[in-house]
């Protein structure tokens, strides 16, 4: 959790920043990739930040990550792109995570 002061996906997820937020509930934000790899592309995050799948699976924190499938399913809907998505999450900078605040992409395709 050492990040967590200078955390920018707690910043966007706790509407600090001027990123528009697009859906949320109690527990996640969702917002636009600044650099979209899919016609859709969706970043859900956590509102309590987590370092990555890793820090959930120490803690015990695992039905987060029911909630945030469910969550991502339920905007893929919103979005009408349910028949056409992808979800992917980076742990660690050798899969190419960059921002060190849990995160689940939704890449949509028409
Ligand atoms: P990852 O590589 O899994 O850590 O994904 C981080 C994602 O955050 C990348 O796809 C970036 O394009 C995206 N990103 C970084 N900064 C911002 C920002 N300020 N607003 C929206 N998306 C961002």
Do not use: W
């Not at 200078?6 to 528009?20: M, P």
């Not at 995050?45 to 924190?61: A, L, Q, R, T």
């Amino acid at each position: 959790m050492a990040k967590q002061i200078d955390c920018l996906f707690c910043k966007i997820a706790n509407k600090k920043t001027d990123t528009e937020i697009i859906y949320e509930d109690e527990d996640f934000s969702a917002f636009y990739d600044i650099k979209p790899k899919a016609p859709i592309h969706i970043l859900i995050v956590p509102k309590k930040h987590f370092e990555s799948i890793i820090e959930i699976e120490e803690n015990g924190d695992i039905e987060i990550l029911g909630k945030i499938l469910a969550f991502a399913a339920k905007l893929a809907k919103k979005f009408n792109i349910e028949n056409g998505y992808r979800l992917q999450f980076n742990q660690g900078k050798k899969a190419g995570q960059e921002i060190d605040h849990l995160h689940l992409h939704l890449l949509g395709f028409k």
